[in-house]
C-alpha cells in the first residue's frame, strides 16, 4: 500500500517497541538503533508489499529480526559490551540493589540460545501471539511453545535453583521460598 | 532442572517473577519513546524510493566471502 499519514504515523508507533526488541536482542543499544533504522528505511522501501490491514508491528519486527539475524552472522555480539552499552540507555539508573537484579538477568538472558531467547522476548514482553511469534521466526507454532519453555525453564535454572543459597536477605525472594510452604 | 519440576508451587512463582523481569527490562526501553532521529527520519522520507537511496547495500561490498 501507499505511505499514507496514518501508515506514517503507525509505523512512528511501533518505534518504541522496536527498539526494545533490537536492544533486547542485541543486548547493545548503540547496535540496537542502527537496527531500528535499517527496518524502518527497508519497510518504508518495501511499502508496497504490505498487506493493509494485517498486522504492522508484527511485518515490522519480521524485518528487524531478520536484519539482526544477517547481522549476527556476520560478527558475533560483543558481550563485553553489552553491559555498558545497555545501561547508558536506561534513562534513570535503577536503586543498588535492583540494578545487580537486573544485571543478573540480563547476563541470564544473554546465556539463551538466540532461537530461544527472541521467543521468549516476542511472547513474554512484546505481547505477540505465539501464532504471531511464529509467523515472525519464520516456524512452526509449536516450535515457538517449545523455544518459550525451554527459555522459562533455562532462566529459572540459572536465576533461581543454582544459585539459590546464594541470595541473602531479600525480601522477594524470602516471600518467594516462604510461600512454597503455603 | 529437576528440581524446578518437583516444586511445582516455588515453580510458578519464579516464572511469574522472569515475566516480570522480562518485562520490566523490556519497558524501560518502551518508555522512552520515540527518539527525534526517528520521528525526523520517517517524516522526511516522502515514498519507498527516498527510503531505499539510503539503503546501504552490504552486498555490493561482502558478496564473495
Same mark, same amino acid.
Given at each position: 500500500?501507499?505511505l499514507t499519514?496514518?501508515?506514517r504515523?503507525?509505523?512512528?508507533? =511501533?518505534?518504541?517497541?522496536?527498539?526494545?526488541?533490537a536492544?533486547?536482542?542485541?543486548?547493545n543499544?548503540?547496535?540496537a538503533?542502527?537496527?531500528?533504522?535499517?527496518?524502518?528505511?527497508?519497510?518504508?522501501?518495501?511499502?508496497?508489499?504490505?498487506q493493509? !490491514?494485517?498486522n504492522?508491528?508484527?511485518w515490522?519486527f519480521?524485518i528487524?529480526?531478520?536484519?539482526?539475524?544477517s547481522?549476527?552472522?556476520?560478527?558475533r555480539?560483543?558481550?563485553?559490551?553489552?553491559?555498558?552499552?545497555? $545501561?547508558?540507555?536506561?534513562?534513570?539508573?535503577?536503586?543498588?540493589?535492583?540494578?545487580?537484579e537486573?544485571?543478573?538477568?540480563?547476563?541470564a538472558?544473554?546465556?539463551?540460545?538466540?532461537?530461544?531467547?527472541?521467543?521468549?522476548i516476542?511472547?513474554? $514482553?512484546?505481547?505477540?501471539?505465539?501464532?504471531? $511469534?511464529?509467523a515472525?521466526?519464520?516456524?512452526a507454532? !509449536?516450535?515457538i511453545?517449545?523455544?518459550v519453555?525451554?527459555?522459562?525453564s533455562?532462566l =529459572? #535454572?540459572?536465576l533461581?535453583?543454582?544459585?539459590?543459597e546464594?541470595?541473602g536477605?531479600?525480601?522477594?525472594?524470602?516471600?518467594v521460598?516462604?510461600g512454597n510452604?503455603g | 532442572?529437576?528440581?524446578?519440576?518437583k @516444586?511445582? !508451587?516455588?515453580n $510458578?512463582?519464579?516464572?511469574?517473577?522472569?515475566?516480570?523481569q522480562?518485562?520490566?527490562?523490556?519497558d524501560?526501553v518502551?518508555?522512552q519513546?520515540?527518539?527525534?532521529?526517528?520521528?525526523e527520519?520517517?517524516?522526511?522520507?516522502d515514498?519507498?524510493?527516498? #527510503?531505499?537511496? @539510503?539503503?546501504?547495500?552490504?552486498?555490493k561490498?561482502d558478496?564473495?566471502?
Amino acid at each position: 500500500m501507499p505511505l499514507t499519514d496514518t501508515l506514517r504515523d503507525d509505523i512512528l508507533a =511501533s518505534v518504541p517497541s522496536l527498539r526494545a526488541f533490537a536492544i533486547s536482542l542485541s543486548g547493545n543499544g548503540d547496535r540496537a538503533d542502527d537496527l531500528v533504522q535499517e527496518t524502518l528505511l527497508r519497510a518504508i522501501a518495501n511499502i508496497d508489499s504490505f498487506q493493509p !490491514g494485517s498486522n504492522l508491528p508484527a511485518w515490522l519486527f519480521t524485518i528487524l529480526r531478520n536484519l539482526f539475524r544477517s547481522d549476527y552472522r556476520k560478527r558475533r555480539r560483543e558481550v563485553e559490551d553489552a553491559e555498558g552499552n545497555y $545501561a547508558k540507555t536506561l534513562k534513570t539508573q535503577p536503586a543498588q540493589n535492583a540494578h545487580l537484579e537486573f544485571e543478573e538477568f540480563r547476563h541470564a538472558l544473554d546465556k539463551l540460545p538466540q532461537d530461544q531467547r527472541e521467543a521468549l522476548i516476542l511472547v513474554g $514482553a512484546s505481547g505477540f501471539s505465539y501464532e504471531d $511469534a511464529a509467523a515472525i521466526c519464520g516456524c512452526a507454532v !509449536g516450535t515457538i511453545k517449545s523455544r518459550v519453555n525451554r527459555a522459562r525453564s533455562k532462566l =529459572s #535454572a540459572l536465576l533461581y535453583v543454582d544459585g539459590a543459597e546464594d541470595f541473602g536477605p531479600d525480601e522477594t525472594v524470602r516471600a518467594v521460598i516462604g510461600g512454597n510452604g503455603g | 532442572m529437576k528440581e524446578v519440576k518437583k @516444586q511445582g !508451587g516455588l515453580n $510458578a512463582e519464579i516464572q511469574s517473577r522472569i515475566g516480570h523481569q522480562l518485562r520490566a527490562m523490556y519497558d524501560d526501553v518502551v518508555r522512552q519513546g520515540v527518539p527525534d532521529r526517528f520521528a525526523e527520519l520517517i517524516r522526511k522520507l516522502d515514498g519507498p524510493e527516498a #527510503a531505499a537511496a @539510503q539503503i546501504d547495500e552490504p552486498a555490493k561490498n561482502d558478496g564473495r566471502d
